[in-house]
């Protein structure tokens, strides 16, 4: 993709990717692109309102080349609504808007050029056809004449459309080419049925139609559950492959259930019915994913034609309770000037996008419920009704970014419950009351748990000691809070089974020492762990994760590090972060360079020292480093061959650092450098100007953007495309 390549980003000092979709919000619109520009939280943009998003997005974006790309437009007044935020006189930005309503371009003010994207050639078509169809060398050299003839043929049925082509091609590619025969017949038999408004409308009906029937039983409904999410919605993996075993579409095998979700996914994704938005930076397994706009639309017509999923919007609100409606199993709220559908008694599954819920009908009305996922919902006073206890064979309930403040001892009845989402309320500290309540000790009923998130940061007080030990099947346990416990008795009982282990507010070495003592910590099988300790906590050794963790790949540890013994951390870590180590006989970078998968690592307040040093051909995997905060180091020492892969350097609050490491200069891969508040005398040896000018400058292609005048350590990062600063 053009956006994503690096002379794009290069050029651009800042760059924003968004999607508006039919049903769109201004003050979301204004938010994700604040979001994405200066990087600010959802709920920290949900604060202000729509002028001061407007202010926010001007005052940043002045004086700044950003690039805007404004996805899949079809209204004249979501431009309206962002143009006063991005109107500025500042030569060379560039807006981007895409659009399937052709009366849109139009409609707009200012100047702008129209680019109508012309259809495929036929061997356009092929080349894209055969780039998926026949990616596997086996397939291709099974591919005889006669089935590479069929697979032009109904290449050249799809009418030069690349949804059309890609979908055909995907759906072959999970066929030996003996089999190609048998598709291209079906693909004619569907061509002849479909009734359109235009050829092409019915070469991607017929595209889609051959590829849903095509879908194994087992993935037609993991399908069609996608229906439930918004237009254009970037869905996380995580979320709904929990929806699918919540739902009982995942079936107990040998492996995890979580692994076979996965699978099921993968399937989606192999067959081009499903869009990967990313992948994850360890381990490039797919974070997010998301339905083309066309496919949704032929997503939801079967999810809705088989009862399967009700999508309640302003648009059909007015027969949401009539006709087969009743029926219906599944329900997504997606506006909140829709009301719940009070005759569905069958409803399985409820995400409601925003607003206010009516509890009384859910808990008396929606019994059967086994997903509730209620994203940004508002309760009138901040609590979950009593009654929530009736949903017995609830097994998914997430409850994110609401202003939910306590949970009822009721939810103790919840014994079906998977999955619990209690985190990220909306708001800031200060908002909220000081009376909060701590959790119910009840969660240790819900036996069959296999993930349990809390907030990370508003439930200071989870109780004197919550009672865990009988969740023998939970694989996550984040964000729990221990300051207030009284006992390391659950502690020292957390579960083998876990697999993603975060705990913060450890008050004493006995809490830390119980953790340790923990099956979880010896089983093998923690994969990310997370450890937040008060100050003057001290953790006696790493040697029981050297010893034990030897699946680990993500590791945090906020707390002071006592050095009798030897540093050691897991060969497995792909990501390293010490905060507040205070490390002194260890040089962290020496210990850390024997890592060799590691990727990302992070060194926050950790070394007291006053030199550090990247060995020879240390850190061979390692891609992103961050330094901050270490306040004696006087000198950084790069040897040969150290860190050949960096692509991302960031330097902050290191106050008596002299100057970069001369051996950066022979990193290519280097492409961001940071550097902030470092002293004046540091940035001479990089620009030779005063001090008060000293603000942001960057530098792109080996050249300063405002023609300053190079100090004699400018020639380090001369390479380097962005290289940012502020003193």
């Not at 996914?265 to 997010?288: A, H, S």
Request: include cysteine; aromatic fraction near 10%.
């Amino acid at each position: 993709m053009i956006y994503n390549d690096t002379r794009v980003e290069n050029h651009f000092k800042t760059a924003a990717w968004v999607t508006i979709s039919q049903q769109w919000n201004k003050k979301d619109l204004l938010i994700e692109i604040l979001r994405q520009t200066r990087g600010v939280s959802y709920e920290e943009g949900n604060s202000k309102s729509e002028r001061e998003l407007v202010e926010a997005i001007h005052g940043f974006l002045r004086e700044k080349q950003y690039l805007l790309v404004l996805d899949d437009m079809w209204a004249r007044e979501a431009w309206v609504g962002v143009y006063p935020a991005i109107a500025h006189e500042e030569p060379g930005s560039k807006v981007i808007i895409t659009t399937r309503n052709e009366d849109l371009p139009s409609q707009l003010c200012g100047n702008y050029i129209i680019h109508q994207p012309s259809l495929l050639t036929e061997e356009q078509s092929w080349e894209l056809f055969e780039k998926i169809a026949l990616e596997n060398k086996d397939t291709r050299a099974a591919a005889d004449d006669a089935a590479l003839r069929l697979g032009g043929e109904m290449t050249q049925k799809c009418g030069g459309l690349p949804l059309g082509v890609v979908t055909l091609a995907g759906l072959l590619r999970t066929k030996d080419t003996y089999e190609w025969e048998r598709v291209s017949r079906r693909f004619n038999s569907i061509l002849l049925k479909v009734q359109g408004p235009s050829q092409y409308g019915r070469s991607i009906y017929q595209a889609l139609t051959l590829s849903y029937y095509d879908l194994p039983h087992y993935l037609k409904p993991c399908f069609l559950y996608l229906a439930l999410f918004p237009e254009d919605a970037e869905i996380s993996v995580k979320r709904l492959t929990r929806m699918w075993i919540a739902e009982g579409f995942v079936s107990k095998q040998d492996e995890l259930l979580e692994d076979v979700a996965a699978q099921f996914l993968d399937e989606l994704i192999q067959r081009c019915v499903v869009q990967v938005v990313k992948k994850g930076f360890f381990t490039g397994k797919v974070k997010t994913c998301r339905l083309h706009d066309l496919i949704r639309d032929f997503c939801l017509a079967k999810a809705e034609e088989q009862c399967f999923v009700r999508v309640l919007s302003s648009a059909n609100q007015s027969n949401t309770t009539t006709g087969t409606s009743t029926q219906q199993r599944r329900a997504s709220i997606v506006t909140s000037e829709v009301s719940l559908p009070t005759q569905c008694p069958h409803i399985r599954s409820l995400i409601q996008w925003g607003g206010e819920l009516n509890w009384r009908i859910v808990c008396e009305d929606f019994k059967l419920l086994h997903v509730l996922s209620l994203p940004r919902v508002k309760t009138h006073n901040g609590y979950l009704p009593n009654e929530i206890g009736n949903l017995r064979h609830l097994r998914y309930l997430a409850l994110a970014y609401t202003n939910i403040k306590a949970l009822p001892e009721s939810i103790g009845n919840l014994s079906n419950l998977l999955y619990l989402e209690y985190k990220n309320l909306s708001g800031d500290r200060e908002s909220l009351p000081n009376d909060r309540e701590p959790l119910p000790n009840v969660l240790w009923k819900m036996e069959q748990l296999r993930h349990l998130y809390f907030n990370y940061l508003f439930l200071d007080n989870t109780g004197k000691g919550l009672k865990l030990h009988t969740l023998t099947n939970l694989q996550t346990l984040w964000h729990l809070h221990v300051r207030d416990w009284e006992s390391e008795v659950e502690l020292e009982k957390l579960s083998r089974s876990l697999q993603k282990l975060g705990i913060s507010d450890i008050t004493s070495e006995s809490q830390l020492d119980a953790v340790f003592r923990s099956p979880c910590m010896t089983s093998g099988n923690l994969v990310n762990l997370w450890l937040h300790c008060d100050y003057g906590v001290e953790l006696k050794s790493t040697e029981p994760l050297y010893k034990h963790c030897q699946c680990l790949r993500k590791l945090r540890l906020s707390s002071k590090i006592r050095e009798d013994y030897a540093l050691q951390f897991p060969p497995s870590l792909v990501k390293l972060e010490l905060w507040s180590s205070g490390l002194e006989l260890h040089d962290p970078m020496v210990v850390a360079g024997r890592l060799v998968q590691l990727k990302h690592l992070q060194l926050g307040y950790a070394y007291k020292g006053a030199e550090m040093t990247c060995n020879a051909d240390s850190f061979p995997q390692l891609e992103v480093l961050h330094i901050q905060g270490l306040v004696n180091l006087e000198e950084w020492r790069v040897e040969e061959g150290a860190m050949p892969r960096l692509k991302n350097l960031s330097i902050c609050t290191c106050s008596k650092l002299k100057r970069l490491p001369e051996e950066l200069k022979y990193i290519p891969s280097l492409q961001h450098l940071t550097l902030e508040y470092l002293s004046t005398s540091f940035f001479h040896r990089l620009f030779k100007r005063g001090e008060k000018k000293m603000y942001q400058y960057r530098v792109g292609a080996g050249a300063v953007d405002d023609g300053g005048e190079r100090g004699e350590d400018f020639h380090i990062i001369q390479h380097i495309p962005h290289v940012e600063f502020t003193n």
